[in-house]
């Protein structure tokens, strides 16, 4: 992972990663979220996932976390448990995001 967001120019916008072989359980179990919250020293409920699937939307709420899907790799009645569905990365405007979660 730390490869690829090198590659992409990404790195330096995270001060954690945290990847599945840190963890026991894969998704649909919490784990990976709530390993990243520890790392980064928050709670669960301070958090925000975006997931553009099914299993990571559920994991984000196992984990006590406000989630936000992207229908990029599916459809959005698959991703209905999130607490809010955009259709695309450009759509994710913080203040947007903010409001609509505060509304739940």
């Not at 669960?44 to 984990?63: F, T």
């Not at 899907?69 to 259709?87: G, K, N, P, R, S």
């Amino acid at each position: 992972m730390k490869l690829v967001l090198q590659l992409t120019n990404l790195l330096p916008y995270f001060s954690v990663i945290v990847t599945g072989d840190l963890v026991s359980r894969s998704k649909p179990a919490p784990d990976i979220f709530l390993k990243a919250a520890e790392k980064l020293q928050l709670q669960p409920w301070e958090c925000i996932v975006i997931e553009d699937a099914a299993n990571g939307v559920k994991a984000a709420k196992n984990s006590g976390m406000k989630c936000v899907a992207i229908t990029t790799t599916h459809t959005e009645d698959l991703l209905q448990e999130a607490d809010l569905v955009i259709d695309s990365y450009e759509d994710l405007d913080l203040q947007k995001i903010y409001t609509a979660l505060l509304k739940k």
